[in-house]
């Protein structure tokens, strides 16, 4: 609201708050907020004078009310450096103003289609943004084959980084969203795929293909309940690095990181170390524990972060508790189609190692329907709306708890725990 009100005093105020502000700005559907946390590290582990909009106001008005809060009665920014988090649709307007100095895209999904529309409008809007700052290094994520098609279409400098390996032993079954080669629409075939539609593509009719990342994750050593054990290949040297979050997806996270690093000239080696350390952001991975159970909580949002999801528990050993939170306001997207494309099946497949599922939400029916055609026994599927019971029937079974919740879910969710278990608000 203040950022509203602001641009309806000044609607130029976020291009004069921004004078003189180095900035990065970080945009894409998956991973924005994770890697964002990560640059913010290796930001003060190299002492860097800086703010970020870690509260997740990442539309015009908030970015706008955030360099306000930092800056003093004269429009003069209090830091020299600004890390800001951009909303796919909201990255053209804010570029309007923002000459960043480094642009960073994690990734294109379908999500959200009553907003967003298909994944070649969000991609269309990306270039839109990234037109309006011609002097930004680009990071792009190689693996990507709609990201990687902005090369050529854009002055600026680019640095691609990617996997270079695959991820997982065994994948989740998905649906992809970019099957087609962009430039001729015959279907692409794959080296490998780490998730989705990311993987070592190449159009065998035109020759699209994966351009080859400057910044790479050459080996995948270890990953488990905890953090992964990496290794980036920059150039002709390799760096190990340690990441303190588990899952496929955060190693793409880690590897942006590492590429906005290098866009603005850091050391290599202890933005790596900066990985090992970091905190996670609100609801991402977000741990926390209650009544001595360890209660995990990993936002989703669409298919492709759903499944990198269960990709992820489907390796664990231990039994464990699931709770899914569907919630369809405005901010989740009122089309919830798409848990019908998440490979649920594959909970099932667990047998006993899953103990029980609850759902909550405003949909939490249609997400018990989706077990129940998922096959998962309907005895050990539990509806509880109520966010303060659902927590605390969740961990009385005394086994983990994974929360997987949407966006509005998850922030009504934590505010939940915060207020009953003592735990800080997410904007804190």
């Known amino acids: 609201m203040p950022g509203r009100v602001a641009l309806r005093i000044c609607p130029n105020l976020l291009g004069v708050l921004v004078k003189d502000v180095t900035v990065v700005i970080v945009t894409g559907t998956n991973g924005k907020t994770t890697t964002s946390r990560m640059i913010e590290q290796s930001w003060q582990d190299a002492g860097i004078s800086y703010f970020a909009n870690k509260s997740g106001a ?7 009310a955030e360099f306000a809060v930092h800056s003093t009665l004269t429009g003069r920014c209090r830091h020299t450096h600004a890390l800001i988090e951009a909303d796919e649709a909201a990255f053209q307007h804010i570029a309007r103003y923002v000459h960043a100095a480094a642009i960073v ?3 294109i999904f379908r999500d959200q289609l009553d907003r967003y529309g298909e994944v070649t409008h969000t991609l269309e809007k990306l270039r839109l943004g990234a037109e309006q700052c011609p002097d930004a290094i680009l ?3 190689a693996d990507d084959s709609l990201c990687s098609s902005l090369q050529g279409e854009l002055p600026n400098k680019i640095i691609f980084y990617g996997v270079n390996t695959p991820i997982y032993a065994s994948r989740v079954e998905e649906v992809s969203d970019a099957p087609y080669c962009i430039r001729c ?16 593509y190449r159009c065998p009719h035109c020759g699209y293909s994966r351009p080859k990342p400057e910044l790479s994750v050459c080996r995948v050593i270890v990953t488990d309940d905890e953090h ?35 866009a603005l000239g850091l050391d290599p080696e202890k933005t790596a170390q900066s990985l090992s350390h970091f905190s996670c952001g609100f609801g991402r991975m977000e741990k926390f524990e209650i009544s001595g159970t360890d209660v995990r909580m990993i936002l989703i949002k669409n298919p492709a972060g759903c499944n990198q999801v269960l990709s992820f528990l489907t390796q664990r050993t231990e039994p464990f508790v699931f709770v899914a939170c569907l919630n369809d306001r405005v901010q989740d997207g009122r089309d ?14 667990l047998g006993g190692m899953l103990s029980h599922i609850y759902v909550s939400g405003v949909r939490a029916e249609d997400m018990a329907l989706r077990f129940l055609y998922a096959g998962f026994p309907r005895e050990r599927i539990h509806v509880q709306k109520n966010y303060g019971e659902l927590m605390e029937q969740a961990v009385s079974h005394k086994l983990p708890v994974f929360v997987m919740p949407t966006y509005t879910a998850m922030l ?3 505010g939940t725990i915060s207020r009953r278990y003592g735990y800080k608000q997410y904007w804190e």
């Open 58 to 64: 990442n539309l015009l008005s908030g970015v706008t």
């Open 105 to 107: 895209m994690t990734n």
């Open 139 to 141: 990071c792009i994520n």
């Open 185 to 200: 629409k015959s279907e692409y075939v794959y080296d490998y795929v780490t998730y989705g539609h990311l993987g070592s």
């Open 228 to 262: 992964s054990e990496i290794v980036f290949r920059l150039g002709d040297r390799e760096i190990p690095a340690s990441v303190n979050l588990p899952g496929g997806y955060n190693i793409y996270n880690a590897c942006a990181a590492m590429a906005a690093g290098a």
């Open 336 to 349: 919830i189609s798409w848990i019908w494309d998440v490979d649920f099946e594959r909970l099932t497949a």
């Open 412 to 414: 009504d969710l934590r």
